[in-house]
């Protein structure tokens, strides 16, 4: 079951953000955005998004903070899938 | 278990000049119209063989291949060889669950990744094998081993099959893979697709910026009047034109001139 990151309701309709259960591995951990078709990854090592495009500014605010919120958590569920590719290795921490 | 039933005839979404324009099937009109369409196009989604059915008594023969076909449930044997010499390419499933929703199939046919996108899909018990159905209708069969249970314990479900978040998902019951972790194991074009682009990315300022800071073993706290955040964004050319004064404390902080930054 992939981690979904509670957001308020009135969100909820556009936005997704979670952890999945397969993911490229050889990448740096990280939670996947979503608003309907588009799609953003955000680093759990780095703290930023993972791609230029599409462009990082279109997500909310608002989300980035309850995933700054719940960091710790969101790295626990990332660590306990996927713990060949940790978020904690540090070396390699942004190896993209 | 689908035979493969599209013809390879080169329709890549890269070349391809226009999005694929569904039109979804549901009177004996819309189904004449599919029947005659030249469209090379138009993608035809259909619920049933019983609409199916309209369409091959639409077709004047002989007939010109063109345009697409999604039938949202089984096709009899005989039915399909006629689709598929009707229809570039004919896709299909066992259950309509086993497509993307209207609007999202809508989507991800006007998307420019549209080919690293599933629409649907079917799942075959008997060889272990899922076949999947990309943006452009081509098929794409992995097997059950490409879903690997997580380190935590959780399971595909293979009676609980659907594709979602427009395409960039599959779902197994409470297991979801990223369709991309997918085709990286299992489609080399992607692969390679992807890895080009990683490595254009590392051609970069920020890309460069950053192995020079891993040289001189610094993290990006270490970098006086920067913020790591910003310096994050920079490596990874999040910022279309970082501030000068910026890359002159980044440059200073790691001992280059600044006209050098891109060098490393």
Same mark, same amino acid.
């Given at each position: 079951?992939?981690?979904?990151?509670?957001?308020?309701? #009135?969100?909820?309709?556009?936005?997704?953000?979670?952890?999945?259960?397969?993911e490229l591995l050889y990448e740096e951990p990280h939670v996947t955005i979503w608003k309907k078709a588009k799609k953003w990854r955000w680093g759990l090592r780095s703290r930023a998004f993972l791609d230029p495009k599409p462009d990082p500014s279109e997500v909310l605010k608002e989300i980035l903070?309850?995933?700054?919120?719940?960091?710790?958590?969101?790295? #626990?569920?990332?660590?306990? #899938?996927?713990?060949?590719?940790?978020?904690?290795?540090?070396?390699?921490?942004?190896?993209? | 278990?689908?035979?493969?039933?599209?013809?390879?005839?080169?329709?890549?979404?890269?070349?391809?000049?226009?999005?694929?324009?569904?039109?979804?099937?549901?009177?004996?009109?819309?189904?004449?119209?599919?029947?005659?369409?030249?469209?090379?196009?138009? +993608?035809?989604?259909?619920?049933?063989?019983?609409?199916?059915?309209?369409?091959?008594?639409?077709?004047?023969?002989?007939?010109?291949?063109?345009?697409?076909?999604?039938?949202?449930?089984?096709?009899?044997?005989?039915?399909?060889?006629?689709?598929?010499?009707?229809?570039?390419?004919?896709?299909?499933?066992?259950?309509?669950?086993?497509?993307?929703?209207?609007?999202?199939?809508?989507?991800?046919?006007?998307?420019?990744?549209?080919?690293?996108?599933? +629409?649907?899909?079917?799942?075959?018990?008997?060889?272990?094998?899922?076949?999947?159905?990309?943006?452009?209708?081509?098929?794409? +069969?992995?097997?059950?081993?490409?879903?690997?249970?997580?380190?935590?314990?959780?399971?595909?479900?293979?009676?609980?099959?659907?594709?979602?978040?427009?395409?960039?998902?599959? *779902?197994?019951?409470?297991?979801?893979?990223?369709?991309?972790?997918?085709?990286?194991?299992?489609?080399?074009?992607?692969?390679?697709?992807?890895?080009?682009?990683?490595?254009?990315?590392? *051609?970069?300022?920020?890309?460069?910026?950053?192995?020079?800071? *891993?040289?001189?073993?610094?993290?990006?706290?270490?970098?006086?009047g920067v913020d790591p955040k910003t310096l994050a964004r920079i490596e990874r050319n999040e910022v279309a034109r970082p501030h000068i004064r910026t890359l002159s404390l980044i440059a200073k902080r790691l001992g280059v001139q600044p006209s050098k930054l891109g060098t490393f």
């Open positions: 079951m992939p981690f979904d990151l509670p957001l308020p309701k #009135r969100l909820k309709d556009l936005w997704k953000a979670k952890v999945q259960d397969k903070d309850l995933i700054e919120a719940n960091y710790e958590e969101l790295c #626990r569920q990332w660590d306990t #899938r996927f713990p060949s590719n940790p978020v904690t290795e540090e070396e390699d921490d942004d190896a993209n | 278990m689908p035979t493969e039933l599209l013809s390879e005839s080169g329709r890549q979404s890269a070349d391809r000049p226009q999005p694929l324009a569904p039109h979804w099937v549901e009177k004996d009109a819309e189904a004449r119209r599919a029947a005659r369409s030249e469209d090379t196009n138009a +993608v035809w989604i259909v619920r049933n063989s019983k609409i199916a059915n309209w369409i091959v008594r639409g077709i004047s023969w002989p007939s010109r291949r063109a345009g697409f076909l999604i039938l949202l449930d089984t096709p009899r044997p005989e039915l399909l060889a006629v689709l598929m010499r009707r229809f570039e390419r004919v896709a299909y499933a066992d259950q309509i669950g086993h497509f993307l929703p209207r609007a999202e199939m809508r989507e991800v046919f006007k998307a420019p990744d549209t080919k690293d996108r599933f +629409v649907g899909g079917i799942i075959d018990d008997e060889t272990k094998t899922v076949a999947l159905w990309r943006g452009d209708l081509s098929s794409f +069969v992995v097997p059950f081993s490409a879903f690997e249970p997580t380190a935590n314990g959780i399971e595909p479900d293979w009676a609980r099959f659907s594709v979602t978040d427009y395409g960039h998902t599959l *779902k197994l019951g409470n297991y979801e893979a990223a369709s991309d972790a997918v085709l990286y194991e299992y489609d080399e074009d992607f692969r390679r697709r992807r890895n080009a682009k990683r490595r254009a990315e590392e *051609k970069t300022l920020g890309a460069s910026i950053r192995r020079l800071r *891993k040289q001189k073993r610094l993290t990006r706290d270490d970098i006086p």
